[in-house]
C-alpha cells in the first residue's frame, strides 16, 4: 500500500520488530500492542475485523483517513480500549467501550443509544458532533459524572436542554450548536462551576437569558469558534484563523464562547452579563467601538444585539429597525427586520406551505388585491384583526412559520389534517390562543415547554394545572381528538408513533398490540364501557324475545284459524317434512288460489288484471284437507267459504306457515 511504504516498519517483509513500527507502542512485559496510531496517512477501505484480536489495546487513532462502512463489533467490545479517536471518516455502527471517544465528522444517525450513559460510565470526553444523530437526548449522558468534554454540535437534536444538565459537575466544554434544541436554558446551569465553552447559538431556545450565568468564574476564557457561510464545506474553523482572514476568504466568525445567536430569547441581557465584558477581546481586535449608525459598542450587545434591532450575526454592530418592522428577539441574526403586517404574515404562511398548491376553496389566499378578512378560513373582529384561522384538510405541505406568533389577536388556528413537517414554533405561545389543533399532520421533536403553559389553549390551565398533551399529543403517543381533553388524562402510548406528534390513531404492529392495549386500559374507564356494553346486549335481547313472541303468536292464531279443529296446518309433506323445504323461488311467488270458479279447483295464477284480494281467515273453521300423498305439495288447497264470508271478497287467499 502506498501509506504503509511511507511509514517505518510497514511492510510484511520487514524485520523491524512490530512493536518498534511506527504508530505502534507494546506492552513492555509481554509485547501485546497497546496503541495503533496511524491518522491523516490516507488509508482507504474497512477496519479489520481482526483489530479485535488485540486484546490489550487502549488507545485507537484512525482519524482523518477514508474508512467506510461499520465498526466491527470485536474492536468495539475490546476490553481494555479507553481512547478511540475514528473522527474525519465515513463510518457507521456501534460504540466501543471508553473513557474518550472522537467520531466527529462521520456519517452516524438516527438516535443515540439510551444506554449510553450507563454503558460507559467512565467517559471523559464524548465527541460526536457533525454527524446525523437526531431524536433525543439520552437521560443517561447527563450522569456520566466524569464527563468533561461534550460537543454534539451540527446533529440534528430535537430536545430541550433538562435540567439533569447540571449534575455534570466535571464539565468544562458544553458545544451544543447547531442542533433543534427547544425550551428554555436550564435553570441549573449554573452548577457547571468548570465550565469555560457554552455553545448553544443556532438552535430554537427560548426564554431569558439567565441571570446567574455571571456566577460561571471560568467562562472569562476566549477559547471562540467561528462558521464559514460561503464555503461548500462547512466545518468549524479555529477563531483566530478567522480573524486573520474574514475579509479575504468572507469568513463570518460566529462568537461561540457565549453566543444567542438563531434562538428565540426574549427580554434584555442581563446587567450582570454586560458587566462581565464579555468577547471584549474579539471586538478591540476586529472594529471600532461605533460605526455610522450602529449603536455604540457595549457590554450588553458584545452578547446579544437587543430586540427591534438587525446583525448578520446577533451581535454588535446592531442597527435599529425602522419603517413598522422589528425583531422579536435578543441577538437575532439575518442582517434584516420583518414585517408586522397581518397580510405579510399570512402571505408567509401561504408561501411557506406550498399555497399554490392548496386544495379548490382558496383562490382569494395570495392575492395582493385581497384584504385577508376575505381570505377563506379568515375571521376577524370589528377592528378588522385576524382572530381566526381555519384550514383544515387544505392540503397545506411545508413548516408552520414562526410569523404566526405575531399574530396579536388570533384566537383559533386550526391547521389539523395536513401535511405540515418540522418542529412547532415556540412563538405560538404570544397570541391569546383559545383553540390550537395542529393534529394529524408530520410534525416532530417535542412540543416547545413555554407553549404547554399557556393558559387557556384547549382549556389548558384550569385550575392552574397544565398538561401538554393538551396542546399536542407527544411522540410515540396517540389520543382519538390527537390532544387530550383535560389534564388529567393522558395520550396513550404507542410505538409506532414514535416519530410524530398529535396522531389520532396507533399505528402498530403485532408485537407491540399488547402494550398500546395495556396502556389503553389505564386511559379508559373499562367498568363504564363494559356496563355500557351489558346494557345494551340486555336490551337487544329482551327486544329479539318480544319480536320472537309476536310472530309465534300471530303464526299460531292463523294456524289455528286455517286448521280448523283437526289441529294440523297443512303443510307438510307425505314423509312429515316441512313442504318449504321442497319450494323454490317460483313456488313462493305463486304461492296463490285462482279465483273460485264451479267448484273447480286448479293451480293456475290470476291473469292480469284479475282483482286479487287476501280474505282474513275465517272463525268458522274450513275444509282441511288432508296431507297429500306421493310427495305432493299442499301447499295450494282451496278451502270452502266460511258462514262470514263476503262473497265479493273471497277470490283467493295466502296459506301463512307456522313459524317454529
Not at 408561501?351 to 376577524?380: F, I, Q, S
Amino acid at each position: 500500500k502506498a501509506w504503509a511504504s511511507k511509514r517505518f516498519g510497514w511492510r510484511l517483509d520487514s524485520d523491524v520488530e512490530v512493536c518498534n513500527w511506527e504508530g505502534i507502542q507494546c506492552d513492555p512485559l509481554d509485547s501485546s500492542i497497546t496503541a495503533l496510531e496511524i491518522p491523516r496517512v490516507g488509508i482507504e477501505g474497512t477496519i479489520p475485523e481482526r483489530l479485535g484480536e488485540f486484546w490489550n489495546l487502549r488507545i485507537l487513532n484512525l482519524s482523518a483517513n477514508r474508512f467506510q462502512k461499520e465498526l466491527p463489533r470485536a474492536v468495539a467490545k475490546l476490553p481494555r480500549l479507553l481512547e478511540v479517536n475514528l473522527g474525519d471518516n465515513q463510518l457507521t455502527g456501534a460504540f466501543p467501550n471508553l473513557e474518550r471517544l472522537d467520531l466527529r465528522n462521520n456519517r452516524f444517525e438516527s438516535p443515540l443509544p439510551p444506554t449510553l450513559g450507563n454503558d460507559f460510565p467512565m467517559l471523559q470526553s464524548l465527541v460526536l458532533s457533525n454527524n446525523r444523530f437526531g431524536g433525543r437526548f439520552p437521560e443517561s449522558i447527563f450522569r456520566l459524572s466524569l464527563l468533561r468534554v461534550l460537543d454534539l454540535s451540527y446533529n440534528q437534536l430535537a430536545d430541550t436542554l433538562p435540567e439533569s444538565t447540571g449534575a455534570l459537575r466535571n464539565l468544562e466544554s458544553l458545544v451544543l450548536n447547531d442542533n433543534h434544541l427547544l425550551g428554555p436554558i436550564p435553570h441549573s446551569l449554573p452548577n457547571l462551576r468548570q465550565l469555560s465553552q457554552l455553545y448553544l447559538q443556532h438552535n430554537d431556545l427560548s426564554g431569558t437569558i439567565l441571570n446567574s450565568i455571571s456566577e460561571l468564574d471560568h467562562l472569562t476564557e476566549l477559547f471562540l469558534q467561528g462558521r464559514l457561510l460561503h464555503r461548500k464545506n462547512k466545518k468549524p474553523v479555529s477563531i483566530v484563523f478567522c480573524l486573520l482572514y474574514r475579509h479575504i476568504l468572507t469568513l463570518t466568525c460566529s462568537l461561540l464562547f457565549f453566543s444567542t445567536q438563531g434562538n428565540k430569547l426574549s427580554g434584555t441581557v442581563p446587567m450582570e452579563l454586560c458587566s462581565r465584558e464579555f468577547n471584549r477581546v474579539y471586538f478591540e481586535t476586529s472594529m471600532p467601538a461605533a460605526v455610522g449608525d450602529y449603536l455604540p459598542r457595549d457590554g450588553c450587545n458584545s452578547v446579544a444585539c437587543p430586540a427591534d434591532t438587525m446583525s448578520n450575526e446577533g451581535i454588535f454592530p446592531c442597527t435599529p429597525c425602522t419603517g413598522g418592522r422589528y425583531t422579536p428577539y435578543v441577538g437575532s441574526v439575518g442582517g434584516h427586520c420583518v414585517s408586522v403586517h397581518e397580510k405579510g404574515i399570512l402571505d408567509t404562511l401561504y408561501d411557506d406551505t406550498a399555497g399554490h398548491h392548496w386544495n379548490d376553496g382558496a383562490a382569494r389566499w395570495g392575492n395582493p388585491n385581497v384584504p385577508v378578512c376575505l381570505y377563506e378560513g379568515v375571521d376577524c373582529n370589528d377592528s378588522g384583526h385576524v382572530v381566526n384561522i381555519t384550514l383544515r384538510g387544505m392540503g397545506l405541505k411545508g413548516t408552520i412559520p414562526g410569523k404566526l406568533g405575531r399574530l396579536e389577536h388570533l384566537r383559533r388556528l386550526i391547521l389539523s389534517d395536513n401535511q405540515l413537517y418540522g418542529l412547532v414554533p415556540s412563538d405560538l405561545r404570544y397570541p391569546p390562543l383559545e383553540e390550537l389543533d395542529l393534529t394529524g399532520n408530520q410534525l416532530q421533536g417535542p412540543l416547545p415547554p413555554l407553549l404547554c403553559t399557556m393558559s387557556g389553549v384547549n382549556g389548558n390551565g384550569v385550575n392552574g394545572e397544565f398538561s401538554c398533551d393538551m396542546i399536542v399529543c407527544p411522540e410515540g403517543t396517540f389520543h382519538w381528538g390527537g390532544h387530550t381533553p383535560t389534564y388529567q388524562s393522558s395520550c396513550i402510548p404507542c410505538p409506532g408513533n414514535k416519530d410524530l406528534l398529535g396522531q389520532t390513531t396507533c399505528h402498530v404492529g403485532a408485537t407491540d398490540l399488547v402494550s398500546t392495549v395495556g396502556a389503553m386500559s389505564n386511559e379508559v374507564n373499562w367498568s363504564i364501557v363494559f356496563g355500557s356494553l351489558f346494557g345494551f346486549g340486555f336490551m337487544i335481547v329482551i327486544a329479539i324475545f318480544y319480536v320472537k313472541r309476536r310472530v309465534e303468536q300471530q303464526v299460531d292464531g292463523s294456524s289455528r284459524s286455517h286448521g280448523g279443529g283437526g289441529g294440523g296446518d297443512g303443510l307438510y309433506n307425505a314423509n312429515g317434512s316441512d313442504a318449504f323445504s321442497a319450494m323454490d323461488q317460483e313456488e313462493l311467488t305463486l304461492m296463490t288460489y285462482h279465483r273460485h270458479s264451479g267448484g273447480h279447483t286448479g293451480l293456475a295464477p290470476p291473469e292480469a288484471g284479475d282483482p286479487i284480494q287476501i280474505l282474513p281467515p275465517s272463525s268458522g273453521g274450513g275444509d282441511v284437507v288432508a296431507p297429500p300423498t306421493g310427495g305432493e305439495s299442499a301447499i295450494r288447497q282451496r278451502r270452502s267459504p266460511g258462514p262470514d264470508d263476503d262473497p265479493e271478497t273471497q277470490d283467493l287467499w295466502l296459506d301463512v306457515p307456522k313459524i317454529a
